[in-house]
């Protein structure tokens, strides 16, 4: 029995399994249509929008305050360190600026939430435009259980194509996820740019001392407030809703760095309230098919380290058992990578380059059952990761050279998730700027 070998079948396995599964029920579920909304109430009297800021592009932000205007509905804007021009841009467009010493968003938003009287709250960040009437189409979504929604995000281009374009892919994939979790009534996260929620229900939870911190054993995190504030609301048995018909964009990061960067703080993040939820229990107050999504996104990349790490031990160990191979390796290398690389470990019971009774002789008759298993799911989860890349694909339409740059979001995002996964319990994380 070869114990490498039965633990590449099983991760290998288990990687095609889920990649199959996940991605059949993502695109399938994201199909369904939500029901309608309820009558849009008067939005003036009843919203306030509070709106941290710290060192925004001057422009964007006064594009962004012009487009809260536009809704007619009170705004406060908190300066966390700062003061101007950003208090000229606010103070003339009929809003209340208010200053605090640096203490990053989460102070800046406990600051503004205590002058908010309105039934309503908009949490929005200094880099966010809202789309005409979109207020109204949001709050129509808050009946019955749902007290906090969302918009979808849409990126507007920074200083950098390629942070833009991938970017663009993971807010993609993204969304197909989202929307099939919302079928169940389930979201992962409201997204944190933009979250309009019932002040009664949130406003006693951002003043109190739990909203400061996250904690986790004798670990804590300032990062993923959005997500602590989804969490509270399905802790209380609400809901919160991601609205697909409302579009607010937000500027994408200037560089690759940044991108990446960005991507870390949100597995870290992921990890972080994955492993809290799974001891409190609320993973499971979310359905089976969210509990599903959020352990495959976060042992996805583990399992495959240790199938890549135990594939290229038992290459390794047969070629140097099989002095003649590296020889047909060097005479024809195309033909054996497609072999040993490509094709992998099924081709070891036919290949040339492998001993026909290799897997009968090293595995337990158990796992040449799971080796089976493992061509089949291979096959399926190769397919449906196809048609996964070609919707992709058809998102950025004939745009080719965007999709292409877009492509380094799959590399970008496996590497944030291995770094994620072994810093997650950093003290100090940098926060968004």
């Known amino acids: 029995m070869r114990f490498d070998i039965e633990i590449y079948l099983i991760t290998s396995t288990l990687v095609s399994a889920f990649t199959f599964i996940y991605i059949t029920s993502t695109l399938s579920f994201s199909l369904i249509k939500k029901g309608k909304s309820s009558p849009p109430l008067e939005v003036s009297e009843n919203v306030t929008a509070v709106i941290p800021v710290y060192k925004e592009d001057v422009k964007l932000f006064r594009k962004v305050i012009q487009s809260v205007k536009r809704e007619k509905i009170s705004f406060i804007v908190v300066g966390d360190g700062v003061t101007e021009p950003y208090k000229s841009i606010v103070e003339s467009e009929g809003g209340i600026f208010i200053s605090i010493k640096k203490g990053g968003k989460r102070k800046a938003i406990k600051e503004g939430i205590k002058l908010v009287n309105t039934p309503y709250v908009l ?34 281009r920074g200083k950098s194509r390629l942070a833009y374009y991938s970017s663009e892919v993971v807010h993609f994939l993204r969304r197909l996820s989202y929307k099939a979790l919302s079928i169940f009534g389930s979201v992962l996260t409201l997204n944190g740019q933009c979250i309009l929620t019932k002040t009664e229900v949130i406003k006693p939870f951002i003043l109190s001392k739990e909203y400061d911190e996250v904690r986790l ?16 609301v399905y802790k ?24 990446f960067k960005q991507l870390i703080r949100w597995y870290r993040a992921n990890n972080f309230f994955m492993i809290k939820e799974f001891f409190d229990g609320s993973i499971f107050k979310k359905g089976a098919f969210y509990s599903f ?12 380290i240790i199938s890549n790490l135990t594939f ?9 058992s099989h002095p003649k191979l590296l020889d047909r390796i060097i005479e024809d290398p195309i033909h054996a990578f497609y072999f040993i690389v490509v094709r992998r470990i099924e081709n070891f019971t036919h290949s040339f380059y492998v001993d026909p009774s290799f897997i009968y002789r090293h595995v337990d008759p158990f796992y040449f059952e799971i080796f089976m298993l493992h061509d089949v799911f291979a096959e399926l989860s190769s397919l449906v990761s ?6 992709v694909f058809a998102h950025f339409r004939k ?6 740059m877009g492509l380094a979001a799959f590399p970008l995002m496996f590497f944030a998730e291995i770094i994620a996964m072994f810093t997650m319990w950093k003290k100090k994380w940098e926060g968004r700027q």
């Open 399 to 404: 745009n080719i050279r965007g999709f292409i």
């Open 217 to 232: 054993f004798r670990f804590s995190t300032i990062l993923g407030d959005d997500r602590q504030l989804t969490n509270y």
């Open 236 to 259: 209380l048995g609400f809901k919160a809703e991601i609205v697909d018909d409302v579009i607010v964009k937000t500027k994408a990061p200037d560089s690759i760095s940044a991108f």
């Open 293 to 304: 999504s959020l352990v495959y996104w976060n042992t996805l990349p583990i399992l495959i």
């Open 386 to 391: 196809s048609v996964m890349l070609l919707i």
């Open 123 to 156: 949490l929005l960040d200094s880099d966010t435009i809202l789309p005409q009437g979109g207020i109204k189409r949001l709050i129509s979504r808050l009946q019955g259980k749902v007290v906090a929604v969302s918009p979808e995000i849409r990126l507007v």
């Open 312 to 320: 290229i031990e038992i290459a390794l160990r047969h070629i140097l």
